[in-house]
């Protein structure tokens, strides 16, 4: 239980092209949802917050123009990368949580297998 | 005040040995503090977590050990195996702060056979 997926697991694009992620909850309904980017070697940095039907809430220094979220149902969410340039190349890694009782704890963040970016 | 500093930032252990990661917070108000393992190329995978009104939580071979007054916590890994050569984060949340997680730096483990 507690699958969380990511498609496409690895995208290769052109500079200046967007780049669309998806993240799904398969077994469970995900109240909340969060973005992370990774580099090579380093932790997770979160990059944004979304609840199913709201908008998105970006940490400092994220600029929520070039990563466009929605949280459209409560088992998907999507982050689209906008303008593409070789400085967003990176691991996004999405998780997800759930705050209703369905056998699974209701604190806890899934997390899907991540989707590598690289920008030519 | 948000941050949690994890040690070392690498560690090499010998099979069946013991394997301790160390991790320190600051905010009081964090009520929740996953460990997670993560392989290369892939997401990360919760492997245990511990709330505060605990000293010590126990899964297998892995155990969390939580002193609040000295807001430190650390995993140990017991009968090391190569299998668990990894990069671990330490984490921790609040859960006012919409569960938000704050990531330790990562510890990259390697369990010589």
């Known amino acids: 239980g507690a699958v969380v997926s990511q498609h496409p697991s690895r995208v290769i694009c052109k500079s200046g092209t967007s780049v669309k992620i998806e993240c799904r909850s398969l077994d469970f309904q995900a109240t909340t949802m969060f973005w992370y980017r990774q580099f090579p070697k380093q932790s997770l940095m979160l990059m944004a917050t979304s609840n199913e039907g709201s908008k998105a809430t970006y940490e400092q220094g994220v600029e929520k123009d070039k990563f466009l979220i929605n949280h459209a149902s409560l088992t998907l969410s999507t982050l689209t990368v906008t303008s593409a340039h070789p400085e967003d190349s990176s691991f996004y890694i999405c998780?997800?949580?759930?705050?209703?009782?369905?056998?699974?704890?209701?604190?806890?963040?899934?997390f899907g297998p991540g989707t590598r970016l690289t920008v030519l | 005040q948000q941050q949690v500093k994890q040690s070392p930032q690498s560690l090499i252990v010998q099979k069946g040995g013991i394997s301790i990661i160390n991790c320190a917070y600051e905010?009081?108000?964090?009520?929740?503090f996953p460990w997670y393992q993560q392989f290369p190329g892939k997401g990360p995978a919760l492997l245990i977590a511990?709330?505060?009104?605990?000293s010590e939580k126990k899964e297998g071979r892995f155990t969390i050990s939580f002193n609040k007054s000295a807001k430190q916590f650390s995993l140990h890994i017991m009968d090391s195996q190569p299998g668990d050569s990894a990069t671990y984060f330490c984490a921790a949340s609040r859960m006012d702060s919409s569960y938000k997680l704050i990531f330790g730096s990562g510890t990259r483990l390697l369990v010589r056979p």
């Open positions: 998780s997800a949580l759930t705050l209703r009782l369905s056998g699974f704890s209701t604190d806890t963040q899934y």
């Open positions: 905010n009081t108000a964090f009520d929740y």
């Open positions: 511990i709330r505060p009104d605990v």
